[in-house]
């Protein structure tokens, strides 16, 4: 077949499948312009655009239930959830990859059993580890800061296998030749093994990144006070005993994920740019 | 260097295994410690030793059985998962732009002018909506010709973007048996060939494409159809196939390297050759990866979506066991039980896995 | 890579320190009360109010919507809120059975808040559990049927009575559904959904078995009785009004975006906007109704000043609703379940003095008129029917003596300390579930099934708690059968 017009077909495959992906998000959009009483329509469009969602949302306008300025600080919120999210994730990609170099590059008795126990504690359900886990939050009396948003969640065995699957397939011609250089491990670890691991941080730098910023179920119990709420926990304001103002949330939540997509562009272009820059480097 | 080891281990390791103690190690340890015990949100109930009678519980509780088979039946989803994700890893890691630019441009400028001018046409005739969807597509398309995969890896990754809340609610709208946009469109399909269709219950039924399976008559298993729990694992799928899973395929695409491709196609190997012989085993650390999450995620999933669309139901069917240790935990306050559930799953997935560790080291995955 | 990893670092530090830049500094010298409970419209009026009466003390909400589970977990790990709001007993017994709601019978009388003599004898349970007071009722109320008066009108069809059995109530929404829906779009006759779970459940079955003024237990509480005249009636009802009548859609298919935050939401959105006749409500949907009728108002204003839409658009309608008390089973009188939101507070919080405070705060006058514009006083002494009125359309005075007059004839079931309501409103949830998605199965057996269900439940309970079970012996032999 003629080459041009494969892959004029693999587009046309791929566009239809990105239509599905894209349609809820382009029902959110929609819904963040409707009114409160338009949302549970599914067509896309507002009958009449309504920004001042957002201007709600942002407290430049007062809400028209109650004729007030909603009590809310929204930038907050997306301060905390960057923070968090950022802290969490250098943390995580720092130590997994120590650990991962650990269970990976070096010899040692045991290796293999450790690891697997470090695999097994996965498997335990995470509802029965909720309360147990808080307890131990509460003795270190870190429940209600930024540490005990962060710590619990920076030291994961995910990453850790994660990043030892990337490091078991490199060939051990660069460890002997780093040694035979006289290099230390630590300039293994960081001169020769991180930068050939690349395309293997960068996606779980993504994942850590994404999965913590919209995490819901630990800040939900850890945050006590206002200034502490993440975007997830900051979204549950909308939602009242006497009804939930949708159009609010999404208009939110869009505020919320843009950001976070110019984000994934920028990171996702690294995992594929990672083995040549890695190569010429290693 | 040698002589040095045991101390170089160990301060590679300390930072991840002194939170890993501290923050996993001890929970783990104590919900082991409670499923031996009368374990109790009650204060008034006093802890005590209760052996494996927990244990012996679960054994005779047909819930759990119940939930199991759930489980079970809602993981058929993750081999089209997991495929789905490799297959557009793949399709997005190869090369998708034109040999000619001048054919790319066309196709740009092409896809530009058809979905704007069928968009206005479309919203001058009225359909808005089809207009926007047309005008959606459109953009994708003009993007995806002028900017190749990353167009449409960013755009695979949405659901991820919109999980949660967002997706929950709008999937239970699509699903709902008689306005949703899933059964018109069943049946506006049908329409056009002159067929009075019925779409499925969806979330409604607790039929299943297993329906016809030999079970006790305890078990609802509602006959064959499509029921909330296909309904669930079509959602999951759509979710799955885009997200996290289709990152670390392509992270381990990239980690192949090029050169090894380059020598094949030398050669004269085909794609599928090619994939076979090359992408397939320099894949397998990552695959191996990949399946070992998915069997534990899968073995705990189905939590949100019980919580969120369908209260475990219609009729138990979507309990999952995750959804049955909570509501064992904190809606019955009898987290000794729920322990032991736990641990019985544990016992499960750590089976699994370890048979999966000695097939993935045979296949030189370790 | 040393290099990245150090800006990483640095940045990080960066970040920080704007982190610690940004807490906000302690109150000085005040004793903080930290309150889950949802921000409503008025919770912030009625927090500014209580902080400007007590200067020592800081009254703060903790907008966690009342998770169960977030709850549990803080407060049995020793920390959590100082007071929380707990909704219906079902709650209530669970927090108690679970020791985090503080017994303050003790202190109710000194502190003038005791419910006993205070408050709605209908709504007593809601506040005590085994004879023992463990909050103060923010607010109170009932379920009514409130009815769209436009639809009424224009179907020429009088507004239903005050009082009709429930067969009348069917065949009146069977008429005026049709009638409203002409050859538009359907327009359903009732909408009796609870949303205040996790997701949209039946509440339609709920509301005749309270009717009959059913109970879930025995008097004694050893007995869960579910298989009994007043369950399988309200199941076969709720079945014909679902397959026969066709005048309420089933939950799952109303499961739409209405799925979280409480009673009310889309669904009274979706009342005021014509799509159903009446709705299982109470004076709380005047919290969401205000708003929506000052958005219709606004659109008619627009609408009038503009010819050109005045020519091509009929002219807008602004919701106008009566309000009728609950049907009733010919020969008995009306009656239904009666709620209160109840403050309640945390047993290991250091400032329970200060929270006894704010239960003061909820028994005072001052309260009782804040909220008396979208609920009911706890304390019928303090309910005044002359506050000002908002929005005629809405019938708010009318509402207000509806609700009181349901109060009076309102009830609780009993609880039981051998099986928790939690236990018996799952089993019966997931039989009316099954009931709703197959029109062919019998609603006898499901509630049959719901029986064994629960027989096996409570038995397992008594199995693994001894004292339980001794409680249990002495009780069933107490009983003459």
Known sequence: ?282 | MKRRQPLVVGLFLAPNLAGFLVFTLVPVALTFAGSFTNWSLRPALPLEFVGLQNYSRLIHDRSFYLYLYNTAYLMLALPLAIGGALFLAVLLHGNLNFRHARNRARATWASALVSALSAAALWFAGSENLACVVAALGALGTLGFALGSTAYRTTFYLPNFTAGAATILLWTQLYNPNVGLINQGIARVGGFFGVAVTGPGWLTSTRSLLGFLPWPEWFNNGGFGVGAREAIMLMGIWAAIGGNNLILFLAGLSNIPPELNEAAEIDGAGGWQRFRHITWPQLAPTTFFIVIISLIAGLQGGFEQARMMTNGGPAGTTTTLSYYIYLQGFERLDLGYGSAVAWMLFLLVFGLTALQWRRGARDGAD | ?481
């Open chain 1, 1 to 282: 077949m003629n080459r041009e017009l494969k892959i004029f077909l693999k587009h046309f495959c791929l566009l239809f499948l990105g239509l599905s992906m894209i349609f809820p998000f382009l029902w959110m959009a929609g819904a963040s312009f409707k009114p409160n009483a338009e949302i549970e329509h599914l067509s896309l469009l507002p009958s009449e655009a309504h920004p001042d969602n957002y201007a709600i949302v942002l407290r430049q306008i007062p809400d028209p239930h109650t004729g007030q300025k909603l009590n809310l600080d929204f930038p907050k919120w997306y301060f905390n959830s960057f923070f968090v999210a950022a802290w969490v994730t250098s943390l995580q990609v720092l130590t997994s990859a120590m650990a991962a170099f650990a269970f990976s590059r070096l010899e040692w008795r045991g290796r293999d059993t450790v690891f697997l126990l470090y695999l097994g504690t996965m498997m335990v359900p995470s509802v029965v580890l909720m309360l147990p886990n808080y307890q131990v939050m509460v003795k270190l009396g870190l429940v209600n800061t930024y540490r005990g948003l962060i710590l619990p969640m920076a030291f994961s065995a995910f990453g850790t296998f994660l990043l030892r699957q990337f490091m078991i397939t490199l060939p051990r011609s660069y460890d002997e030749a780093a040694e035979i250089d006289g290099a230390t491990p630590l300039q293994l670890f960081l001169d020769v093994i991180l930068p050939l691991t690349r395309p293997g941080i960068v996606a779980l730098a993504i994942l850590t990144f994404l999965g913590n910023f919209q995490s819901f179920t630990w800040p939900l119990v850890m945050v006590k006070d206002d200034y502490l709420r993440t975007i997830p926990i900051g979204l549950l304001s909308f939602q009242t005993d006497y009804g939930q103002q949708t159009e609010l949330i999404m208009a939110a939540t869009v505020m919320n994920i843009v950001p976070l997509i110019a984000l994934f562009i920028v990171m996702q272009r690294q995992l594929v740019s990672g083995i040549q820059l890695g190569g010429v480097k290693g």
């Open chain 3, 1 to 481: 890579m040393r290099a990245l990893l150090l800006s990483v670092f640095a940045f990080l530090t960066a970040l920080s320190a704007v982190a610690i830049w940004w807490i906000p500094a302690p109150p000085r010298g005040q004793t903080t009360i930290l309150w889950a409970s949802s921000e409503n419209p008025f919770r912030r009026a009625q927090i500014a109010r209580f902080n400007a009466l007590h200067p020592d003390l800081l009254l703060q909400l903790d907008r966690s919507n009342n998770r169960f589970d977030k709850i549990i977990v803080q407060t049995s790990s020793g920390v959590g809120p100082d007071c929380f709001d707990v909704l219906t007993s079902t709650y209530l017994q669970a927090y108690v059975e679970s020791g985090v709601a503080w017994d303050l019978s003790a202190e109710a009388d000194a502190r003038g808040i005791l419910v006993d003599r205070d408050a709605w004898p209908s709504i007593h349970n809601e506040i005590t559990y085994q004879g023992r007071q463990y909050g103060y009722p923010a607010n109170a109320g009932t379920f009514l049927i409130l009815y769209n008066r436009n639809i009424f009108d224009r179907c020429r069809e009088p507004y239903p009575p005050a009082a009709m059995t429930w067969e009348e109530f069917f065949a009146l929404l069977r008429r005026v559904a049709a009638a409203a829906a002409g050859d538009g779009p359907r327009v359903w006759g009732t909408n009796a959904i609870d949303y205040s779970g996790r997701m949209p459940a039946p509440f339609l079955w709920k509301t005749l078995f309270y009717s009959q003024h059913g109970e879930f237990f025995s008097a004694d509480g050893t007995r869960p009785t579910i298989d009994t005249p007043e369950i399988r009636t309200a199941f076969q009802l709720h079945h014909d009004a679902v397959f026969l009548h066709r005048v309420i859609p089933s939950a799952v298919e109303m499961g739409t975006l209405t799925g979280q935050g409480g009673w009310g939401g889309g669904a009274l959105t979706q009342f005021a906007e014509g799509r159903f006749v009446t709705i299982v409500s109470g004076k709380f949907a005047l919290a969401s109704l205000r708003g929506f009728v000052e958005q219709q108002k606004s659109d008619l204003a627009r609408w009038e000043a503009d010819p050109e839409r005045r020519r091509r658009e009929p002219r807008p309608e602004v919701l106008r609703i009566g309000v009728v008390p609950l049907p009733h089973f010919p020969g008995r009188p009306s009656t239904g379940v009666a709620l209160s939101q109840t403050v309640v507070i945390n047993p290991r919080s250091p400032h329970r003095e200060a929270a006894l405070t704010f239960l003061q705060f909820l028994a005072s006058d001052t309260y009782a008129r804040m909220v008396e514009i979208y609920g009911m006083p706890g304390n019928p002494a303090k309910v005044r029917y002359d506050y000002p009125i908002a929005h005629a359309e809405l019938a708010e005075h009318e509402l207000t003596r509806a609700v009181a007059e349901s109060l009076q004839h309102g009830y609780q079931t009993r609880k039981s300390p051998f099986l928790l309501d939690f236990d018996v409103e799952r089993v019966l949830m997931e039989q009316i579930f099954r009931l709703e998605s197959d029109p062919q199965l019998d609603p006898a057996a499901l509630v049959r099934e719901a029986q064994r269900q629960l027989d096996e439940l409570l038995q397992g309970n008594l199995a693994r708690d001894p004292r339980l079970a001794k409680l249990y012996r002495a009780r069933a032999a107490a009983e003459p059968r």
